[in-house]
């Protein structure tokens, strides 16, 4: 059992290591995202992932074989931080991302157990 634990966990770093090294820049999904092959539909699409900055490769792959894109897209990332105190007035945070053309809105969330 220690030994599946062992290859899970070294798997799960070498992935997360991949996607850190291999982001995906603003530049790039905006390049990705206004290729004429694909579709808009409507809807909302969330993408999660474990990468804190940055947009996974996985996105990308995705757009390649998937030619098909919903109007929202959310990417999700969820995070646990050894923080004991946040003010009320940065419990939740909105920022505007470039580029400005697109509503693009980070927001970082802070609840108190």
């Known amino acids: 059992m220690a030994s599946v634990m062992f290859v899970w966990f070294y798997g799960y770093q070498k992935k997360y290591y991949y996607e ?45 074989n998937v030619p098909a894109l919903h109007s929202v897209l959310v ?18 945070v909105f920022v505007r991302l470039e580029p400005q053309d697109l509503a693009i809105y980070s927001k970082t969330n802070y609840t108190k157990k």
């Open 75 to 92: 990417f999700v990332t969820i995070k646990s931080l050894p923080v004991s105190h946040v003010s009320l007035q940065e419990r939740f």
């Open 20 to 64: 850190q090294d291999n982001k995906v820049s603003a530049d790039e999904l905006i390049k990705v995202a206004s290729s004429t092959n694909i579709r808009w539909v409507q809807g909302l699409a969330l993408c999660f992932s474990k990468l804190v900055q940055g947009i996974t490769t996985m996105f990308t792959h995705y757009v390649a």
